[in-house]
């Protein structure tokens, strides 16, 4: 298949409907849309006065293409607009209303619509207006048929790549989270569907969860999937910066307001005007701040440190906070007025002992995007090793789950594969710090007891079974026979059982 017939994208939907429902089942999302570019080819509106020259571009295109033709610009705008175009090969030249502007409509129509442009005039000013509007590129007549295909092909496999990337980024985000956020249990369903409610209002959040659940990651999802997208995102760790200086940090303050200010500085509220103020750690913010972030929310303005011109700003706030602010508040530490003009919409991130069917994808991942960052290729986790991670409890949660990992990266030969005898002593637990979940019943968790009590026991004599044995005190065939009833293989093995 020729590169300019790998274009068609956008209509990968319209064409994926053509599947049965065991077809699309049976195809990875990458899939649907390959087998959607294969079915169809891209569609060129030709625009030209000329008779003469739409019919030769017809013929030229014809077997790469499905072209359609526009005699004016006008036209060509209406049929933009009324039917799924991927290019639109121009020339300037036109009754009515010119090709330049145009181009300027098409473009503000659908930006992602190429546009090459075609012109018997070789004006450098003209070229470079047009490329300026958005066009791809500018191409005199008479063209040379092979520089046009050429080029054509280019501007076709710019979009295809261009639109893939957008298209399977989609896939991911509704298969497993949004932006960073991976996850496929139930309770972050609930996360994602708040922060989809949310996204496009301009209601404050409060985000609360054990350190390292992912706070800052759902607020900027919350920003990415809105309406303020594009404008500011600012980041404010409420208690890393001294109280002392937490007012000129978040307002702003004047030349000589106070010893050190030695010119004007803006805060971070006025940075983000138009966007979003992220304020992780809100609890720790001193009480008088927080009548003057009250007056924010209310009003929509305050002064700088210094000053008493009042600025205007339209900045939307999402809070964090990993203690109980509703406790704060009884205990007197935290404004009650305030607390509830933050938690407009509360949204609540379960820790990650609490959803530990995403640790076999968080593992996957941060092997990956650490194996990239060290320039590694590491084959893989065992399966002792996975069923070690997947106990733990995890009390730093997918930061401490992402360190971990990194660690592990770092520290791993080329190539080789983690083990449990590479995990640290805190991973790896004695078998006093084995409880049996309140999750499972009796047997099972007498089982899981027994199995990390047996693998610990291993990992310390090298996996030498006969000093095991002894040093558990049992029969070396009973390890052995253990060891098979609970699937416990020697790091390395692959599928080869123990014993």
């Not at 932006?179 to 139930?186: A, C, D, K, L």
């Not at 090793?385 to 409890?393: D, F, K, Q, S």
């Not at 026991?457 to 558990?472: S, Y």
Request: proline residues 4%; neutral net charge; contains cysteine.
């Amino acid at each position: 298949m020729s590169k300019v017939n790998a274009l068609f994208i956008k209509r990968a939907p319209l064409i994926m409907k053509n599947y049965s429902e065991e077809e699309m089942g049976s195809l990875p999302a990458k899939d649907y849309f390959r087998e959607a570019v294969q079915m169809k080819r891209p569609v060129v509106l030709l625009v030209d006065d000329d008779p003469q020259v739409l019919e030769t571009l017809k013929f030229v295109l014809g077997e790469s293409y499905d072209p359609i033709c526009a005699k004016s610009g006008v036209e060509a705008v209406s049929t933009v607009k009324n039917q799924s175009v991927d290019i639109v090969l121009m020339d300037l030249q036109l009754p009515g209303m010119g090709g330049l502007e145009a181009l300027k409509l098409i473009k503000e129509y659908d930006s992602g619509i190429g546009v090459l442009v075609l012109s018997a005039s070789d004006s450098a000013e003209q070229a470079v207006l047009a490329l300026r509007l958005g066009a791809y590129d500018y191409l005199t007549k008479p063209f040379d048929t092979d520089k046009l295909i050429a080029t054509l092909e280019r501007l076709s496999e710019g979009l295809q790549l261009k639109n893939e990337v957008a298209f399977l980024r989609e896939e991911l985000n509704e298969k497993q989270g949004y932006g960073e956020i991976i996850s496929r249990s139930p309770r972050m369903k609930r996360v994602f569907d708040l922060i989809k409610a949310v996204s496009n209002t301009a209601s404050n959040v409060l985000i609360t969860g054990e350190s390292g659940t992912g706070k800052e990651l759902v607020a900027r999802a919350v920003q990415s999937m809105g309406t303020r997208k594009d404008k500011p995102f600012v980041a404010v760790n409420c208690g890393a910066v001294p109280s002392e200086l937490m007012e000129s940090e978040l307002f702003g303050h004047e030349k000589g307001s106070f010893t050190g200010a030695h010119q004007r500085k803006i805060g971070k509220f006025e940075f983000a005007d138009n966007g979003t103020v992220f304020l992780d750690e809100i609890s720790t913010l001193p009480m008088h701040l927080q009548i003057k972030l009250l007056r924010v929310l209310q009003e929509k303005s305050f002064e700088r440190v210094g000053s008493n011109t009042t600025i205007k700003v339209d900045i939307r706030v999402i809070a964090a906070t990993n203690v109980d602010l509703a406790e704060e508040v009884r205990k007197g530490r935290f404004r009650e007025d305030l607390y509830y003009r933050l938690k407009v919409v509360p949204i609540e991130l379960p820790p990650l002992r609490d959803r530990k069917e995403d640790i076999p994808l968080l593992l996957n991942h941060f092997l990956e995007k650490h194996g990239r960052t060290c320039n590694k290729r590491i084959a893989g986790i065992t399966d002792d090793a996975r069923v070690l991670l997947n106990e733990y409890r995890w009390p730093g949660n997918i930061r401490e789950l992402e360190n971990l990992m990194e660690r592990l990266v770092v520290l791993a030969e080329d190539g080789s594969i983690i083990t449990v005898a590479d995990m640290p002593a805190g991973i790896v637990p004695d078998a006093a710090d084995a409880p049996a979940s309140e999750s499972r019943d009796l047997r099972e968790a007498v089982q899981v007891f027994e199995k990390r009590y047996i693998i610990v026991a291993l990992n310390r004599t090298g996996w030498n079974r006969v000093e095991t044995a002894r040093r558990l005190n049992i029969h070396r065939n009973t390890l052995l026979l253990k060891m098979k009833e609970l699937d416990i293989r020697e790091p390395g093995e692959g599928g080869r059982r123990s014993g």
